[in-house]
């Protein structure tokens, strides 16, 4: 233990931190870095306060044996979250991708992302006094989920990056058109307002559920709903990416 916290769980913290200080680094040597600094807290804020709404709800929980906590949220778990939507983002990018593009091809590599790190988050167990816990423990389940993890986690994570990757764009665009100082700062802000309200409303329900057309926490539905997403996504990715190698030797 270091700090109260088992070693693995403090050498994710590390490694999370370090990546975050990277992306920090990276966008400070791009155009319009405090723009994207914004957009990069913005988005820690957003997954923060998502996060602490499904801890509160009792879908699952995050052990409290950690260093740093924003609410019930290890600030690791949203350092790393905001490493790979930018990551994601940047990636988007380079593939030349249209913007209104961009948030789709997002949304899915960050969800396919997730698939590899979150069982790791629930089956690295500690034993605390009577009870195991693991750095992610999941109340909702069911018989056949991912790893013990039920699949409109991974139709949740793609539409959290989708909504706030499109409410960034559509910041960017109006700040541009209407060449406005204080909306180069406000349009993050914004998006954490408009993305956590696009999260809990009945198109993110359907999204992840398929309601109300079935009962929530439905296994089938929820895996329907999955590949539906994925497969929209993954096609709009490979559809519009214009990136070529060769090309970009030529010119």
């Given at each position: 233990?270091?700090?109260?916290?088992?070693?693995?769980?403090?050498?994710?913290?590390?490694?999370?931190?370090?990546?975050f200080?990277l992306?920090?680094?990276?966008?400070?040597?791009?155009?319009?870095?405090?723009q994207?600094?914004?957009?990069?807290?913005?988005?820690?804020l957003?997954?923060?306060?998502?996060?602490n709404?499904g801890?509160?709800?009792?879908i699952?929980d995050?052990?409290?044996?950690r260093?740093?906590?924003?609410?019930?949220?290890?600030?690791?778990?949203?350092?790393?979250?905001?490493?790979i939507?930018?990551?994601?983002?940047?990636?988007?990018?380079?593939?030349?991708?249209?913007k209104?593009?961009?948030?789709?091809?997002?949304?899915?590599?960050?969800?396919?992302?997730?698939?590899?790190?979150?069982?790791?988050?629930v089956?690295?167990?500690?034993?605390?006094g009577?009870?195991?816990?693991?750095?992610?423990?999941?109340?909702?389940?069911?018989?056949?989920?991912?790893?013990?993890?039920?699949?409109?986690?991974?139709?949740?994570?793609?539409?959290?990056?989708?909504?706030?990757?499109?409410?960034i764009?559509?910041?960017?665009?109006?700040?541009?058109k209407?060449?406005?100082?204080w909306?180069?700062?406000?349009?993050?802000?914004?998006?954490v307002?408009?993305?956590?309200?696009?999260?809990?409303?009945?198109?993110?329900?359907?999204?992840?559920?398929?309601?109300?057309?079935?009962?929530?926490?439905?296994?089938?539905?929820e895996?329907?709903?999955?590949?539906?997403?994925?497969?929209?996504?993954?096609?709009?990715?490979?559809?519009?990416?214009?990136?070529?190698?060769?090309?970009?030797?030529?010119?």
């Open positions: 233990m270091i700090f109260g916290t088992p070693i693995s769980w403090f050498i994710n913290k590390i490694i999370a931190s370090v990546l200080l992306c920090i680094v990276h966008i400070l040597k791009n155009e319009k870095p405090i994207k600094l914004l957009e990069l807290f913005c988005y820690v957003t997954a923060g306060i998502f996060e709404i801890v509160w709800a009792g699952y995050y052990s409290l044996h260093i740093l906590l924003f609410g019930r949220v290890p600030f690791a778990v949203l350092f790393l979250e905001a490493v939507v930018y990551s994601a983002v940047t990636f988007g990018e380079v593939l030349r991708l249209p209104w593009a961009l948030p789709f091809a997002a949304g899915v590599l960050a969800s396919i992302q997730d698939m590899t790190l979150d069982p790791s988050s089956y690295d167990l500690h034993t605390f009577a009870s195991q816990e693991g750095q992610w423990n999941w109340a909702a389940h069911y018989e056949g989920d991912f790893a013990g993890i039920p699949f409109f986690n991974f139709s949740g994570w793609l539409t959290m990056v989708l909504f706030f990757t499109a409410c764009q559509a910041g960017r665009f109006l700040a541009k209407y060449n406005k100082t909306l180069n700062y406000a349009y993050p802000f914004f998006s307002l408009v993305t956590v309200l696009l999260l809990v409303s009945p198109l993110n329900q359907f999204l992840l559920y398929a309601m109300p057309f079935v009962p929530m926490n439905t296994k089938t539905a895996l329907i709903m999955l590949c539906i997403n994925y497969c929209v996504c993954i096609f709009i990715l490979l559809r519009f990416a214009k990136y070529s190698p060769a090309q970009e030797i030529i010119e």
